[in-house]
């Protein structure tokens, strides 16, 4: 996803060989573990909250839904079909 | 058992037949959750009706079931998401072929939990004690900070490699220690990949169920040990997830 | 058998897990099964990552940098001694600064939904598996197993 189309969007990017590619993809995954990190943070959130009864269940429920489905875009996994070969 | 023929089958995990496990909570799709059994395992499933399903309340369904489940025994996991064609595809394809491999397996997770162990650091602490005990960075910092933002921009990204550098180190040491105090203790690890920026280790321990305590107590006092500059968070037991890794779809060499 | 316990006697016990504790674990681990696999997201935008990725090449050291500098010395420090830590007071208040690294991100995640152009959409269901396999691959993980 965005390794791919990040490299095709860079104005007059030489290829610069595999150390370059490899320090992006480094970048990359940087940039999703602080993603991951604040979505992780803000599930923890959302259960101390629960646990507290501070808030709607139905509110949480979905503020859940919201962050794992982001936390699940992120890893591509989203729309992901990994056929077996078995029917 | 009621048979539903033709639907769709999801899969949450696989236990020993003989040891039913009742699960009260609705699975994916709030259906039932049922076991389909062949030679001595039972696959722990629901039938599915739709043809996608909505990913963050199923995965709450699944960790649910399997939750509930692992209460009564041991239940090996299944991947989320992982969906069969039918009760015979269970059978045949998963059940049956896989026998051997998976009950040997069930006998290796039987009779113990997974605890989790993860460490954070305080940000603030971690650099402070960086440039402290590092005298190349402080002395870098001190002329990062007397020029200007353009004028310093290369010692800027020297003194951030060299930050990087030490808090990886630091992450190293510390994972070892981690692992030396509570390896011993357990019956398998997986050291994970950090959870976060400022992870210092993400751990799994597969452990006796008798031996939880004796675990705990190393990890009080690993606790102890790391003081401030770690924040331990220690979660369990769970079913195993970390120790089912076996790629069924590669076949007969998963098992080697 | 004598039973170790933490600091002024606090009982270490692992606490129950909550869905932000195992969801990596969830996604990640478990038995893989040669099977369909049919969860697909309703409703959600992808998240893409944009040409930025060419600044950020150096965008963590330079976090780390911030961060060094930012520190306010004299707060975390226990030992007195250089003369030096005493320059670290910086004005904007160093404490929340120095964890604005973390705080910044999330700000850009909440963020970046609406700045960014969902030209990369169609690329990103392509090369979505092969994130998935490196970011698998690139795990360091190690793992031992004793026959009790």
Redesign the interface.
Known sequence: ???????????L?PVRGTVWLA???Q???????????????G??E??AARQAGTMDEQEL?AA???L???????????????????? | MASTGDASVYVYGVLPASDQARVSVGGVEGAEVRTIEHGGLAALVSSVEADALAAARELRAHWRVLEEASKATTVLPVRFGTVMDSDDAVRERLLEPNSAGLTELLDQLAGRVQLNLKGDYDEERLLSAVVREVPTVATLRERVQKLSDSAGYYDRIRLGELVAAEVARRREEDTALALARLEPLSVATDVGQPHSPDAAFNLAFLVESGGVDAFSDAVGKLRGELGERVTLRYVGPLPPYSFAETDLSAGAEAWA | MAVAQGRGGYLERPRPSGLADVIDVILDKGLVIDAYVRVSLIGIEILTIDARIVIASVDTYLRFAEAVNRLDLMQSDDSQGLPELMESMTEGGSKSKSKGALEGVKEAITGRGDDDDNDDDDKSKSSSSRRRSSSSGSSSRSRSRKSS
């Open positions: 996803m965005g390794l791919i189309s990040g490299l095709l969007t860079l104005p990017a320090e992006r993809i970048e990359q995954a940087e940039e999703e573990l602080y993603a991951k990190s604040a979505i992780r943070a599930l923890l959302i259960e429920a859940e839904d919201a794992i489905e982001r936390l699940m875009a992120i890893r591509g996994l989203a729309g992901e079909e990994s056929s077996g070969g078995i029917p």
